[in-house]
C-alpha cells in the first residue's frame, strides 16, 4: 500500500480524500433542538472532521489579572455542569441559560437558546428568573433553575454575576455554573448564533 501511495504521488494522482465520519454530541444525539423567541434552532457539532478554531476562540493565555482560572464552583451551593446538561437545561421550560457576557459579546455569537443578562445587571433583574419584586429587593420562593455562562475557565463574568444574584437572595441550589463557557463550547464545534 506505501508503494501504491508512493508511487500515485509521483504520479501525480489524487488519492480520495478520508470519508467524513459524522459528528455526534453524544453516541445516540446528534442534535439538539432548542426554542428560541425566533422559533426552533437544532444545535448540532460542525461536521467537517478537519475543522480547527481559530482566531480568538483558539487564544489559551490571557493576563491574569484579570483573566484568571475560576474555580469549578464560583459559590458555596452552585452546582458546575457540562455541556450535556447545559444542552438539557435548554430543552427545559422551566430551566433558563443565560449569557452573562456584555451584550456585544452577545451579538458576536452565543449558545442558541440563552438570553443575554449581563454581569454587571444580574442581581437587577432576577424578576426575569422567577423572583417576585419586593419593597426590600427580591423574594425567590420560586425561582426557576438558572444556568450561566460567560467567555470560558478564564473569564470572571459569570462567576461575579452567580456570587452577586446570591446575595440579592437568588437561591444557590437553584443556580447551575457552564464553566466552560464559549470557549469550550465553540472548541467542540457546537452551534453558536450570531456569528
Given at each position: 500500500m506505501r508503494l501504491f501511495v508512493f508511487l500515485a504521488g509521483l504520479a501525480g494522482l489524487?488519492?480520495?480524500?478520508?470519508?467524513?465520519e459524522p459528528?455526534?454530541?453524544?453516541?445516540?444525539?446528534?442534535?439538539?433542538?432548542?426554542?428560541?423567541?425566533?422559533?426552533?434552532?437544532t444545535i448540532e457539532r460542525e461536521q467537517d472532521n478537519a475543522n480547527e478554531v481559530t482566531g480568538e476562540w483558539a487564544r489559551s493565555s490571557r493576563p491574569c489579572p484579570p483573566f484568571c482560572i475560576q474555580p469549578m464552583i464560583p459559590a458555596p451551593g452552585v452546582t458546575p455542569i457540562g455541556e450535556l446538561e447545559l444542552l438539557e437545561m435548554l430543552t427545559d421550560p422551566e430551566a433558563i441559560v443565560v449569557?452573562?457576557?456584555?451584550?456585544?459579546?452577545?451579538a458576536?455569537?452565543?449558545?442558541?437558546g440563552a438570553v443575554n443578562i449581563p454581569y454587571t445587571q444580574a442581581p437587577d433583574r432576577l424578576d426575569e428568573l422567577g423572583c417576585e419584586i419586593d419593597f426590600?429587593?427580591?423574594?425567590?420562593?420560586?425561582?426557576r433553575p438558572v444556568a450561566l455562562f460567560c467567555n470560558g475557565l478564564w473569564c470572571g463574568q459569570?462567576?461575579?454575576a452567580i456570587r452577586r444574584m446570591i446575595a440579592a437572595g437568588y437561591p444557590a441550589e437553584k443556580i447551575f455554573y457552564y464553566r466552560g463557557g464559549m470557549q469550550n463550547w465553540r472548541m467542540l464545534g457546537l452551534s453558536v448564533t450570531g456569528d
Open positions: 489524487a488519492l480520495p480524500a478520508a470519508a467524513q459528528v455526534n454530541i453524544a453516541p445516540d444525539l446528534p442534535s439538539v433542538t432548542v426554542e428560541t423567541p425566533e422559533g426552533p434552532v449569557d452573562s457576557r456584555t451584550p456585544d459579546w452577545f458576536g455569537g452565543s449558545i442558541p426590600e429587593g427580591f423574594v425567590c420562593d420560586e425561582a459569570s462567576p461575579s
